[in-house]
């Protein structure tokens, strides 16, 4: 089946730093990923749609100077926090769609932890 | 804007009772419908899928019909199990100008024996 790997599965870090988290996709190629945010016993929120070789569209209220999203390649998506705050501590969640497929393939997500 | 709306939670039931949870959902066009399912300490997974008007989503035991005349895209089963104890999660795919996927807020589903 198709897996999508996004690191690091956890990351604290010093308000005002800056953090970067992977996606891949292991053994497909990722037309469209999507990134998502989870706050504890809530739904995801969709952040942004990124496909390879093209500017990220993102959901209205996301910051694009705060939340870049870089879809470098067909395997390979990466969501930087910047100058990261208490407030962007979250649960964030990647996942990728292969060729037209409707189905979506979930990264195991990060748990940003922002001190 | 689109958006997906489901029943509060959480919901419990006994084993072998009858599931429902729905779902409605607001769009602009003709989404393609979903259930994604998380286990406890597990990633989400697809559970079942509609892509049009009428298309009925059956997977493990689960149904789901896509209404379109209702909007809506409830999930249904008929004798549920201590293992399907989970987070339910409903979902829109729309492929505009560009292509998003929304969730509605989940419904967590306790099954006891």
């Known amino acids: 089946g198709a897996v999508v790997s996004q690191h690091p599965s956890w990351v604290i870090c010093k308000s005002g730093t800056s953090v970067k988290i992977e996606c891949r996709s292991l053994d497909f190629q990722a037309t469209t990923m999507f990134w998502y945010r989870q706050f504890p016993k809530q739904s995801l929120m969709l952040m942004a749609t990124?496909?390879?070789?093209?500017?990220?569209?993102?959901e209205q209220g996301v910051e694009k100077d705060k939340f870049l999203i870089n879809h470098a390649s067909l395997t390979l998506s990466t969501l930087t926090v910047t100058s990261a705050h208490p407030e962007d501590s979250s649960f964030y969640i990647c996942?990728?769609?292969?060729?037209?497929?409707?189905?979506?393939?979930f990264g195991s997500g990060t748990q940003l932890s922002v001190l | 804007g689109d958006s997906v709306t489901q029943m509060e939670g959480p919901v419990t039931l006994s084993e072998e009772a009858f599931l429902t949870i729905n779902c409605t959902y607001t769009a602009t066009g003709y989404p393609s419908l979903f259930w994604y399912v998380q286990y406890p300490g597990e990633g989400l997974q697809l559970l079942l899928k509609?892509?049009?008007?009428?298309d009925k989503g059956s997977n493990k035991g689960f149904e789901a019909t896509y209404r379109k005349e209702t909007t809506s895209f409830h999930l249904e089963k008929g004798s549920v199990q201590v293992s399907d104890s989970a987070v339910y999660f409903c979902a829109l795919r729309m492929k505009t100008s560009y292509d998003k996927v929304i969730f509605g807020p989940g419904t967590s589903l306790s099954v006891i024996p």
């Open positions: 509609a892509t049009k008007a009428d």
């Open positions: 996942s990728a769609t292969r060729g037209k497929g409707e189905k979506l393939f």
């Open positions: 990124s496909n390879e070789g093209s500017k990220a569209t993102y």
